[in-house]
């Protein structure tokens, strides 16, 4: 009988590749289930995990439009309106149009999104340190150094925005 180990070389050696040692697989079940978790922290807030993001984006001030939203999510800009709407509808942020240009619209935190996005913030560190502290601080580190090599194959430079994790 072989073990693992030697089976899933010789698959790969012969050119084929099984799902269960695709990193592509595995790092979409841990992103997968992180985001499942962090859903589950967020239904007591009544926002979703793409709703959190753009309330981070806009209450860190990295963007303050839909495009700019759009660009530092990685998601299509159409996406982002319909998003926009449902925090409109909740009370969490306004739009306001430019006098000068109609077509240019701004998006604002209101107080309520203010608010939430103090309480958020909290529970998502308290997510990510539950997860990051499965590994030693020098892992940490190091785990940071490799995500960011693989999102620069991919064309995503994220050194400058990145901001400390450990």
Not at 27 to 52: C, D, G, K, Y
Not at 55 to 65: C, G, K, R, S
Request: proline share 2%; net charge neutral.
């Amino acid at each position: 009988m072989q073990d693992n180990t030697s089976t899933a070389s010789a698959s790969v050696e012969a050119g084929h590749l099984h799902l269960n040692n695709s990193l592509i697989f595995w790092v979409n079940r841990l992103a997968s289930a992180m985001r499942e978790t962090f859903n589950e922290a967020l239904a007591v807030e009544n926002i979703s995990w793409p709703q959190w993001m753009s309330v981070n984006v806009l209450a860190h001030e990295e963007a303050d439009t839909p495009a700019k939203i759009a660009e530092c999510l990685g998601v299509d800009r159409s996406a982002i309106t319909r998003l926009l709407d449902r925090l409109v509808d909740k009370g969490l942020v306004q739009r306001q149009h430019d006098d000068g240009d109609r077509r240019s619209v701004r998006v604002y935190l209101t107080p309520e999104g203010k608010s939430l996005a103090k309480r958020v913030d909290q529970l998502a560190l308290e997510h990510q340190q539950r997860f990051l502290s499965q590994l030693p601080a020098t892992e940490v580190r190091v785990f940071k150094s490799h995500v960011q090599k693989l999102l620069r194959e991919a064309g995503v430079e994220s050194s400058r925005q990145w901001r400390t994790i450990d």
